[in-house]
């Protein structure tokens, strides 16, 4: 069977149900939690090749969440804790990884700096930067504040060259802003100049939303020859995003389009902004079961890396835990079999199917004006029916520990102040969501959900 496309022959998920474990070890999974795995070694990252013959690293660092000194959101420079920064980047290239992934809009603005501080202590040839024109605000629409904001990258990473160079949210505010920010100002006329003059190696972009925008870039592959294209892939997206989503598209059509073209794909989200890397009970088993030694995470890694047009799959590594475990995803990586794709297709489409809230912790909804903590409140959510803690039956024998566990973990977890009933639905987060998440609606079946524990006293 051809895995380039899945499991699509097998017919969906009662075709696969029979054979989902076939072919697995077995094993204990709680082997998994005691298992000497091993020196991570320095010398078997798999590598891709990029549009001009350059050799990227399959797992890629993405620098959207760089550590801070007090574990929150970052406000300044001084903010992020560059000395562990500087740590996760020299483990990271000293273990194969090179290519680094950052924005004028991460980490409130300070990632850029942070990234270029930690790479300009190795040398320049050893590492890919890439970046993005993050005009999203339209009082950066014009030529002078988009080149002004090009500029400043350049200086922040300290380097006179990107190696990748992105228009950065395609498809977020459809073909008006295609056109507002790209296309009528002038903006990808410069790019291209500048990437024939030498200062931008690859150009590409990445796309959320809407997928005319997508596709009418696509159609003028001839006239730009785009260097690469950045989407979100991972084995839920493949064929349910709409279902995680309505307004995102198929990864399996996205890839497709690339493929045709021979136009290298990079990955954000294999994850899911971390949903995937715990999923509910029976779907962790099956997987412990495979791969005992294998976090649930790597799964998602190795589908994104199993397809061949895949260049590099993005991870916003914050700890040195999570550096460690892709990286023995990558090195060695090895691709899934056809049976190992038929049991995450079953659990892909189960997943679609729980209640789950679309969020990928991407940051791009704060600051709320109104100081509410919008991505931890739908991770704490969302990890707690995962590990089945949701519970609105009153009835049912467990309802008490489950309501106990849920508000105690609550309480820990987001501060009182920043929970989902100070939420007014002002909206201003909505506009800002690439998932395009109706984010007060979330935020208030939150409150009603929590409000219902809170007044079940017995």
Same mark, same amino acid.
């Given at each position: 069977?051809?895995?380039?496309?899945?499991?699509? @022959?097998? &017919?969906? !998920?009662? !075709?696969?149900?029979?054979? !989902?474990?076939?072919?697995?070890?077995?094993?204990?999974?709680?082997?998994?939690?005691? !298992?000497?795995?091993?020196?991570?070694?320095?010398?078997?990252?798999?590598?891709?090749?990029?549009?001009?013959?350059?050799?990227?690293?399959?797992?890629?660092?993405?620098?959207?969440?760089?550590?801070?000194?007090?574990?929150?959101?970052?406000?300044?420079?001084?903010?992020?804790?560059?000395?562990?920064?500087?740590?996760?980047?020299?483990?990271?290239?000293?273990?194969?990884?090179?290519?680094?992934?950052?924005?004028?809009?991460?980490?409130?603005?300070?990632?850029?700096?942070? @990234?270029?501080?930690?790479?300009?202590?190795?040398?320049?040839?050893?590492?890919?930067?890439? @970046?993005?024109?993050? +005009?999203?605000?339209?009082?950066?629409?014009?030529?002078?504040?988009?080149?002004?904001?090009?500029?400043?990258?350049?200086?922040?990473?300290?380097?006179?060259?990107?190696?990748?160079?992105?228009?950065? &949210?395609?498809?977020?505010?459809?073909?008006?802003?295609?056109?507002?920010?790209?296309?009528?100002?002038?903006?990808?006329?410069?790019?291209?100049?500048? $990437?024939?003059?030498?200062?931008?190696?690859?150009?590409?972009?990445?796309?959320?939303?809407?997928?005319?925008?997508?596709?009418?870039?696509?159609?003028?592959?001839?006239?730009?020859?785009?260097?690469?294209?950045?989407?979100?892939?991972?084995?839920?997206?493949?064929?349910? #995003?709409?279902?995680?989503?309505?307004? +995102?598209?198929?990864?399996?059509?996205?890839?497709?389009?690339?493929?045709?073209?021979?136009?290298?794909?990079?990955?954000?989200?294999?994850?899911?902004?971390?949903?995937?890397?715990?999923? +509910?009970?029976?779907?962790?088993?099956?997987?412990?079961?495979?791969?005992?030694?294998?976090?649930?995470?790597?799964?998602?890694? $190795?589908?994104?890396? @199993? *397809?061949?047009? /895949?260049?590099?799959?993005?991870?916003?590594?914050?700890?040195?835990?999570?550096?460690?475990?892709?990286?023995?995803?990558?090195?060695?990586?090895?691709?899934?079999?056809? +049976?190992?794709?038929?049991?995450?297709?079953?659990?892909?489409?189960?997943?679609?199917? *729980?209640?789950?809230?679309?969020?990928? #912790?991407?940051?791009?909804?704060?600051?709320?004006?109104?100081?509410?903590?919008?991505?931890?409140?739908?991770?704490?959510?969302?990890?707690?029916?995962?590990?089945?803690? /949701?519970?609105?039956?009153?009835?049912?024998?467990?309802?008490?520990?489950?309501?106990?566990? *849920?508000?105690?973990?609550?309480?820990?977890?987001?501060?009182?102040?920043?929970?989902?009933?100070?939420?007014?639905?002002?909206?201003?987060?909505?506009?800002?969501?690439?998932?395009?998440?109706?984010?007060?609606?979330?935020?208030?079946?939150?409150?009603?959900?929590?409000?219902?524990?809170?007044?079940? /006293?017995?």
């Amino acid at each position: 069977m051809n895995r380039r496309h899945f499991i699509t @022959t097998l &017919g969906g !998920a009662a !075709a696969v149900t029979g054979i !989902a474990l076939d072919g697995c070890s077995r094993q204990d999974p709680k082997a998994a939690d005691t !298992a000497a795995l091993g020196e991570i070694p320095t010398d078997k990252m798999e590598y891709r090749a990029g549009m001009h013959g350059e050799k990227v690293s399959l797992l890629g660092y993405g620098c959207m969440r760089w550590p801070t000194k007090t574990g929150g959101d970052a406000k300044s420079t001084n903010d992020i804790d560059q000395e562990a920064v500087n740590e996760l980047v020299d483990f990271a290239m000293a273990h194969g990884v090179n290519y680094f992934d950052t924005s004028p809009a991460y980490c409130k603005g300070f990632s850029e700096e942070s @990234t270029g501080i930690a790479l300009a202590r190795h040398a320049r040839e050893h590492y890919y930067i890439a @970046t993005k024109l993050s +005009n999203f605000d339209p009082s950066t629409w014009s030529f002078e504040a988009s080149k002004a904001m090009y500029e400043r990258s350049m200086q922040r990473l300290r380097t006179d060259y990107f190696d990748f160079y992105l228009l950065h &949210g395609i498809g977020m505010g459809g073909m008006e802003n295609l056109h507002g920010r790209y296309l009528d100002n002038g903006v990808l006329d410069f790019l291209l100049a500048e $990437r024939t003059a030498g200062r931008i190696r690859n150009l590409g972009f990445s796309y959320h939303g809407d997928i005319t925008c997508f596709d009418y870039l696509l159609s003028l592959h001839d006239k730009y020859h785009w260097d690469f294209v950045q989407i979100q892939m991972n084995y839920v997206d493949w064929h349910y #995003a709409k279902e995680v989503n309505q307004r +995102n598209t198929n990864a399996e059509y996205l890839y497709g389009e690339l493929d045709k073209r021979g136009i290298p794909a990079v990955i954000m989200e294999p994850i899911l902004g971390g949903r995937l890397a715990s999923l +509910n009970e029976g779907a962790n088993m099956r997987l412990k079961q495979c791969e005992p030694q294998r976090s649930v995470a790597s799964w998602s890694f $190795r589908f994104c890396g @199993t *397809y061949p047009r /895949v260049m590099t799959i993005l991870s916003g590594m914050t700890y040195m835990e999570h550096l460690h475990d892709n990286l023995r995803s990558f090195a060695p990586f090895v691709p899934l079999q056809d +049976n190992e794709l038929a049991m995450l297709e079953t659990i892909a489409h189960e997943f679609v199917h *729980y209640p789950l809230v679309p969020c990928t #912790a991407c940051q791009y909804c704060m600051p709320c004006p109104y100081g509410l903590d919008i991505p931890g409140t739908f991770k704490h959510y969302n990890r707690c029916l995962n590990e089945g803690r /949701v519970n609105d039956n009153p009835e049912s024998e467990d309802y008490r520990r489950l309501r106990r566990q *849920y508000l105690d973990s609550y309480s820990r977890e987001v501060a009182r102040e920043r929970q989902a009933d100070h939420c007014i639905g002002c909206g201003q987060c909505k506009i800002h969501c690439p998932q395009h998440i109706d984010i007060p609606a979330q935020m208030l079946r939150i409150d009603r959900f929590v409000e219902s524990l809170r007044n079940n /006293v017995e």
